[in-house]
Each structure stands twice: as structure tokens, then as C-alpha cells.
């Protein structure tokens, strides 16, 4: 039988402190199944706050995606279409959303007034990976879910040395992140995807093996870390929405 979320977890679900509502949540529910995990923190979030998932279409995004359109078709899915996407990946997005039947993709773009300022020709990548990051996607992201008391994430433990110790459920600010595939390794996820005949984001076939924006990502050779590809060259390994820097630029619970 599926685990249903406990009735003093659902009251602190609603109200407590992040920071202890993540261990507590780690400690009851971070060993389940990734559809289980979702299951209960839809059911958690959904009337403390609510709860959506963001995705950037990419490699991986396929398999996370199936599992919420499993749970809930209409949970809101957010994608921050940062200018500088491929025109693959945008077109994937529409496809995969239309092939699992999501019905609710938010789609964030960065403000006007901070390209006008920052990057009006659309090169500051070139020059200032960093702010460019800051512009085009943290900032997106901290306004994509700051309604919403939780989102969910595909990051997996093994895509990076900075998530090695990533706990399922993550404190954010006063926000909880919930990353339910955090467990899984590259063949869990690559045998997902056989086993549900989902369609893959075509850069794939081309080695690109985790892909963010085109100036900022190259194809990688068999055998190489998938995110080699992504800042090559520079010591750049995050865009920062998952780091603390996030954190910085979401507003309060209340905001
Ligand atoms: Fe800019 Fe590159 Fe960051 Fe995209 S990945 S926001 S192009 S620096």
C-alpha cells in the first residue's frame, strides 16, 4: 500500500521551519521510491503552500516529468526560457509535454529591465558567465517559485561532486526542495527511460549528455563526466540555481 504522509506531518507541512521540516521529512520518507516521494509530498504541499517541479528539457528531464504526469498532470512545471535555449530543447519541451499529457507549463523569462541593463546584445556570456547566470536564470528562478512552498527537481547524487550528500528533501530558505530521483544512478534512470518509451531530447544523439544553453554547452566524448560539457573550460561548474544563491534571491515566505 502507498505511503500516505502523517497528519502531524501535513500541520508542519503547513507552518514549520524549513530547516527541521526537511529533517523530518528526510528522516520518514526520504528512503521511499521516487513515485512514492512524489506522491507524498504532493500530498504535503498541496494545501501548505503548493507545490510544481521545474525542468530544463534536457538529457534527463524525460524520466522525472513521466513520474509527475503520472502523480498529477496538472502540477505546474516551470522552465525558464533564458534566451539562449536551443531551438531543440524548446522544441522538445512542447513535444514531451504533449506526449505525457502535462497540462500546466510555466514558462519564465528574465526581466527586461535586467537584459536592457546587462546584457542587450545577448553576448554577456562571453564575457561574465556569472551575471549572465544571474540574469538569465537565478533570478527567473527564485520569482518561478516563490508562490509555492516546495518544488521538485530531477538532480540526481552522481551528476555532480557538489551533490554527492544531496538529501531527497532540501531546505531552501523558508522553501522545500524535493528531489525525489536523488538516489538513482545513471542506469536507473537510462532503464526508466527504455522501460516507458520516453522520447529523448535530440541533442543526446549529437553527445550532448547534459545540456543548458547552447553558448555554454559542448558535446562530450563516450566515456567523459556528462557535465564536462557544460562551461567548458572554466571553472564554472553550476549555474547557481541550486546553490545559495538562490536562496539569497528568493523572497521571504510571505513575499
Ligand atoms: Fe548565460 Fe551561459 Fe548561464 Fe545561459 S548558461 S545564462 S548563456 S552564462
Known amino acids: 500500500m502507498a505511503t500516505k504522509p502523517r497528519q502531524p506531518d501535513r500541520d508542519f507541512a503547513a507552518s514549520g521551519d524549513a530547516n ?33 517541479a521545474t525542468s530544463s ?21 516551470t522552465f525558464l526560457d533564458t534566451g539562449q535555449h536551443f531551438g531543440e530543447t524548446l522544441q522538445y519541451r512542447d513535444q514531451l509535454a504533449e506526449d505525457l499529457g502535462l497540462t500546466n507549463i510555466v514558462i519564465v523569462k528574465p526581466l527586461d529591465d535586467a537584459l536592457t541593463a546587462d546584457d542587450p546584445d545577448g553576448i554577456l556570456h562571453q564575457s561574465d558567465t556569472d551575471r549572465c547566470c544571474a540574469i538569465r536564470k ?6 518561478a517559485v516563490a508562490p509555492y512552498r516546495a518544488w521538485f527537481t530531477g538532480r540526481k547524487r552522481g551528476q555532480a561532486s ?16 524535493v528531489n525525489p530521483l536523488a538516489r538513482w ?9 527504455r522501460r516507458h518509451d520516453l522520447r529523448q531530447n535530440p541533442l543526446v544523439a549529437f553527445g550532448y549528455l547534459s545540456i543548458g544553453c547552447f553558448p555554454c554547452t559542448s558535446p562530450v566524448k563516450p566515456g567523459e ?26 523572497p521571504s515566505a510571505s513575499g
Open 20 to 52: 527541521e521540516l526537511a529533517d523530518v521529512l528526510n528522516l520518514r520518507y526520504g528512503h521511499l521510491p521516487a513515485e512514492e516521494i512524489i506522491a507524498v509530498a504532493i500530498d504535503l504541499f498541496d494545501d501548505a503552500g503548493g507545490i510544481a
Open 57 to 77: 528539457f534536457g538529457a534527463d528531464s524525460a524520466a522525472l516529468l513521466h513520474l509527475i504526469a503520472e502523480a498529477e498532470p496538472g502540477l505546474p512545471v
Open 138 to 143: 537565478v533570478e527567473p528562478m527564485a520569482r
Open 162 to 177: 557538489t551533490r554527492t550528500e544531496m538529501p531527497v528533501f532540501e531546505a531552501v530558505g523558508p522553501r522545500i526542495r
Open 185 to 193: 544512478t545513471t542506469e536507473d534512470q537510462a532503464d526508466y527511460m
Open 225 to 250: 563526466d556528462p557535465r564536462s560539457g557544460r562551461w567548458a573550460g572554466q571553472a564554472k561548474t553550476e549555474c547557481g540555481i541550486h546553490l545559495p544563491g538562490l536562496e539569497a534571491a528568493l
